[in-house]
């Protein structure tokens, strides 16, 4: 009978340190998840306030590359 009352406590407790760990774990997934969504958002308007347009061929960009021949950066 105390055997198996001490097995259950030993087992109850690296039970909750198992389910601790994996608590841990999911957190740092879902804010890492987070994050990279939201650092692509970001990304993504720092190229509109620079003035990079994302979906343009490779054609058109040196078609106005070459319009802009001559003018400064900035």
Known sequence: ????EGI?????FED???NQWRNKI??????????LGNGVDEF????????IEQ???MDEA?????EKQ???PG
């Open 1 to 4: 009978m105390r055997r198996s």
């Open 8 to 12: 259950a406590h030993v087992r109850y």
């Open 16 to 18: 909750r340190e198992v």
């Open 26 to 35: 999911q957190n740092e997934f879902a804010v890492a998840t987070f994050e």
């Open 44 to 51: 993504e308007k720092n190229l509109q306030k620079l003035g």
């Open 55 to 57: 979906h343009i061929s």
């Open 62 to 66: 040196i078609k106005r590359q070459e």
């Open 70 to 72: 001559g003018i400064p």
